[in-house]
C-alpha cells in the first residue's frame, strides 16, 4: 500500500514538473520520497536531518526549501503555520485530521471527529469550491495545564 502511494506521487510529481516546464533531478524525487515516509509533521530541520541520517542523501537547505515550494504547488505536500513556526505535512491519500496546538510549549497534536468533519463537509460556502481544510485549536496542553496549576 504505502509503495502503491509513492509510485503516485512520483507519478504526479512527474507530470508537474513536465507539465511547468521544471527538471526531474534526483534530489526532488528522494526529497518527496522522505517526505512519504515520514508520518505526520515536520519542519525543515527535522527533514534536513532525516535525510542526511537515515537516507543517507544530502541536500542542502535551500533545495529542501525550493523543492518544498513545489510539493506545495504540486499539491502534494500542505504547509502548516503553527504560531511562528512553519510545519509541513505530505497531502496525497492523508485523511483529514484537525489540530490541536498548545500555546504554552507548542506541542501539535492531531485528532479525528467524525461529527466536525460531517458538519464542514454539509456547510455550504456560497460561490466557493473546498479542496481540503485545516482546523487548528489553540489551548494548553494537559503537561503545561498541570504545571500551571502547580505554580498556583
Not at 515516509?37 to 527535522?46: C, L, P, R, W, Y
Not at 456560497?126 to 502547580?150: N, Q
Request: glycine share 4%; proline share 1%; with cysteine.
Amino acid at each position: 500500500m504505502e509503495e502503491n502511494i509513492k509510485d503516485t506521487v512520483k507519478q504526479i510529481l512527474t507530470e508537474y514538473l513536465q507539465k511547468n516546464g521544471h527538471r526531474k533531478t534526483p534530489e526532488r524525487y528522494a526529497i518527496l520520497d522522505t517526505i512519504y515516509s515520514i508520518k505526520g509533521h515536520f519542519d525543515v530541520d527535522e527533514l534536513y536531518s532525516y535525510m542526511a541520517e537515515k537516507e543517507k542523501f544530502r541536500v542542502s537547505r535551500a533545495t529542501l526549501y525550493n523543492t518544498i515550494i513545489l510539493l506545495i504547488d504540486a499539491g502534494l505536500v500542505i504547509k502548516h503555520q503553527f504560531g511562528n513556526t512553519s510545519q509541513y505535512e505530505r497531502s496525497y491519500n492523508n485523511e483529514t485530521h484537525h489540530h490541536m496546538i498548545c500555546t504554552c510549549c507548542g506541542k501539535v497534536s492531531e485528532f479525528e471527529d467524525d461529527n466536525l468533519k460531517q458538519a464542514i463537509a454539509q456547510t455550504k460556502l456560497k460561490g466557493f469550491y473546498v479542496s481540503h481544510y485545516s482546523l487548528y485549536i489553540y489551548g494548553l496542553c494537559s503537561k503545561c495545564m498541570a504545571a500551571k496549576r502547580k505554580k498556583k
